[in-house]
């Protein structure tokens, strides 16, 4: 008896199902915050927590992007967000 089915299932952090919890919520429903949790955890969150960078520095995804995404100019954009949010709540 062959019941069952094989697929591939492509996942990734990238993709708007992903972090999509019960009751359809999800945190991170556009592409921004997510590109943003991507790379701060990459960069920030886990040297915090571990004391170690998930980033060796060595530059291969910008060289080798197929969307021509440079990590160092992404970053500059997360942190002028991050400064503005700062700022706005400030000054509320």
């Not at 992007?65 to 002028?80: E, F, G, H, N, S």
Request: net charge positive; proline share 4%.
């Amino acid at each position: 008896m062959k019941d069952g089915e094989r697929f591939r299932c492509w996942d990734s952090c990238m993709f708007s199902a992903y972090t999509e919890m019960a009751g359809n919520h999800n945190p991170r429903p556009t592409k921004m915050p997510r590109v943003r949790q991507r790379f701060m955890h990459k960069l920030c969150f886990f040297e915090d927590r571990y004391g170690k960078m998930l980033c060796v520095g060595c530059g291969r995804c910008v060289e080798k992007c197929p969307v021509a995404l440079d990590i160092t100019m992404l970053i500059d954009d997360i942190q002028a967000v991050d400064l503005g949010q700062a700022l706005a709540t400030e000054g509320a």
